[in-house]
């Protein structure tokens, strides 16, 4: 526990024990009969069958310090930390028997950060959360156990311990999300409009822009950007041919920059409210990135992605996709249209 005078272990009895269960980083608790004792590690407030420990009641506390997160060189066996970084890595749920012959579960997965990388084991109801996993998301770990494993320095994380993603993603503004009001938006130029990843924006503008430069607009939106500032820039973004008439490539040849058609299968869906992580496969790579929209777990689709190079690999945006399904009954009515013309 901790308020705005220090810390303190608190230590749970008996049915005061059954609190910990749901118990997370940034509750409430509230002690009542409490009492001190010396521990191994300090001083102890414990609650016993006198006490009472009420969760989130309706008081008020002084605001509390930063949590400070260690780096992952530092981590030494035998302590607990809380730790944050990139998941880069991912395995399978696995199950297991105890010696008492209850059932039990594992799952295993690599975090990084600036300074190292480590294994991170979660342990029981843990486990569940690798099912919304996909490499490149920020995660928070409150409370977990260092300890020497088979190769290696491992975080493990049980009951008491706290997994959190910690997604910061803030997607910029482009033609599929544009407001009217103010803007800044960056594009390229192309009869009359801006072009980016996402489609295209209506712009008031004369006729001495020529067609492909790369502008950042200041401006108005309504139906089109009123310019108050048009600035040539040459930052990284994708060609103007790309950007009309993507290439296909697969995933195992996309490099850093591509702006690329990518025919995959959904693996794996992580959802975020505003946009979706998800992890997408064609045969010939895994790769994970952004979306916005829905998107079903087990199906093709065509995207159109930009790529990016991130701390666990390459990664992609896309805002445009569809069906394949889709797209195969479309072309089904085109054939039988076709045919019935023939006739």
Same mark, same amino acid.
């Given at each position: 526990?901790?308020d705005?005078? &220090?810390e303190?272990?608190?230590?749970?009895?008996?049915?005061?024990?059954?609190?910990?269960? /749901? *118990?997370?980083? &940034?509750?409430i608790i509230l002690?009542?009969?409490g009492?001190?004792? *010396?521990g191994?590690?300090?001083?102890e407030?414990?609650?016993?069958?006198r006490?009472?420990g009420?969760q989130n009641c309706?008081?008020?506390?002084?605001?509390?310090?930063?949590?400070?997160?260690?780096s992952?060189i530092?981590?030494?066996?035998?302590n607990?930390?809380?730790?944050?970084?990139?998941?880069?890595? $991912?395995?399978?749920?696995?199950?297991?028997?105890?010696?008492?012959?209850?059932p039990?579960?594992?799952?295993?997965?690599?975090?990084?950060?600036?300074?190292?990388e $480590?294994?991170?084991?979660?342990?029981?109801e843990?486990?569940?959360?690798?099912d919304?996993?996909?490499?490149?998301?920020? *995660?928070?770990?409150d409370?977990?156990?260092?300890?020497?494993g088979? !190769?290696?320095l491992?975080?493990?994380?049980? @009951?008491l311990?706290?997994v959190?993603l910690? !997604?910061?993603?803030t997607?910029e503004?482009?033609?599929?999300?544009?407001?009217?009001?103010p803007? /800044?938006?960056?594009?390229?130029?192309?009869q009359?409009?801006?072009v980016?990843e996402?489609?295209?924006?209506?712009?008031?503008?004369?006729?001495?822009?020529?067609d492909?430069q790369?502008?950042?607009?200041?401006?108005?939106?309504?139906? !089109?950007?009123?310019?108050?500032?048009?600035?040539e820039?040459?930052?990284?973004?994708?060609?103007?041919?790309?950007?009309?008439?993507?290439?296909?490539k697969?995933?195992?040849?996309?490099?850093? &920059?591509d702006y690329?058609?990518?025919?995959?299968?959904v693996?794996?869906?992580c959802?975020f409210g505003?946009?979706?992580?998800i992890?997408?496969?064609? @045969?010939?790579?895994?790769v994970?990135?952004?979306?916005?929209?829905?998107?079903t777990?087990g199906?093709e689709?065509?995207?159109y992605?930009?790529?990016?190079?991130?701390?666990?690999?390459?990664e992609?945006?896309?805002y445009?996709?569809h069906?394949?399904?889709?797209e !195969?009954?479309?072309f089904?009515?085109?054939?039988?249209i076709? &045919?019935?013309?023939?006739?």
């Open positions: 526990m901790v705005d005078t &220090g303190i272990r608190l230590c749970l009895w008996n049915d005061k024990a059954d609190i910990a269960k /749901t *118990m997370k980083r &940034g509750d002690i009542e009969n009492y001190t004792k *010396m191994l590690n300090g001083l407030l414990h609650s016993g069958w006490g009472r009420l309706d008081i008020e506390i002084q605001p509390l310090p930063e949590l400070e997160r260690v992952l530092d981590l030494t066996p035998g607990s930390y809380d730790v944050s970084g990139t998941v880069t890595e $991912i395995s399978e749920k696995r199950s297991f028997v105890r010696s008492d012959g209850s039990g579960q594992l799952a295993r997965f690599l975090l990084q950060d600036e300074s190292a $480590i294994c991170v084991v979660l342990w029981n843990k486990a569940d959360l690798i919304n996993l996909v490499k490149g998301v920020p *995660m928070l770990i409370n977990g156990f260092a300890k020497e088979m !190769e290696g491992e975080l493990h994380v049980s @009951s311990g706290q959190l910690h !997604e910061q993603f997607p503004t482009k033609a599929f999300n544009i407001e009217k009001g803007v /800044t938006v960056v594009g390229r130029y192309h009359g409009a801006l980016d996402s489609g295209r924006i209506p712009l008031a503008s004369d006729d001495s822009i020529a492909g790369l502008l950042r607009v200041k401006g108005h939106f309504d139906t !089109e950007i009123a310019p108050d500032e048009i600035e820039i040459t930052e990284e973004f994708p060609s103007l041919e790309s950007l009309l008439r993507p290439p296909r697969a995933l195992s040849d996309v490099k850093e &920059g690329v058609e990518v025919y995959a299968l693996k794996r869906v959802d505003a946009y979706k992580r992890k997408i496969d064609d @045969s010939t790579a895994e994970t990135g952004i979306v916005f929209g829905d998107m777990d199906e689709y065509c995207f992605a930009r790529i990016f190079k991130r701390t666990a690999g390459m992609f945006i896309c445009q996709y069906s394949v399904e889709a !195969e009954e479309a089904d009515m085109i054939r039988e076709e &045919g019935l013309m023939e006739v």
